[in-house]
């Protein structure tokens, strides 16, 4: 069984920072590309940033604030959010990609979320 659990996520000011961690853990051979997206209340869930072996992509409308970064080592996913905004409010989620068995297809994976709040 593959698991995803995010941490970080709490309450700050604006202009703030935080920064999220997600930890894959379970029996897997590989993990293709890691990812955060978020969902506002009332809104679609939307990507911020994917992480593939090649590359790192973060959405226009956190460029310059947000970076995403992972450890291979440690199946481990950040994303450092700095200069935060009220609009940046939501629940944030990690996914991988995730190959559990050398030949097979990879599958999705999400985590529970990490609520984030950006309010005085």
């Known amino acids: 069984q593959v698991q995803l659990v995010e941490s970080g996520g709490g309450l700050v000011q604006p202009g703030g920072s935080l920064r999220l961690s997600c930890v894959v853990s379970?029996?897997?051979?590989?993990?293709?590309?890691m990812g955060w997206a978020r969902q506002a209340p009332g809104k679609q869930r939307e990507l911020v940033a994917l992480?593939?072996?090649?590359?790192?992509n973060v959405t226009n409308s956190v460029k310059g604030r947000f970076t995403a970064s992972r450890d291979n080592t440690k199946n481990v996913a950040y994303l450092q959010m700095n200069n935060l905004k009220p609009e940046d409010t939501a629940d944030y989620y990690c996914h991988a990609v995730v190959t559990k068995t050398r030949g097979l297809a990879p599958d999705n994976y999400w985590g529970p979320g990490t609520q984030v709040t950006v309010s005085r």
């Open positions: 992480i593939s072996s090649s590359s790192i």
């Open positions: 379970g029996t897997f051979y590989s993990i293709t590309a």
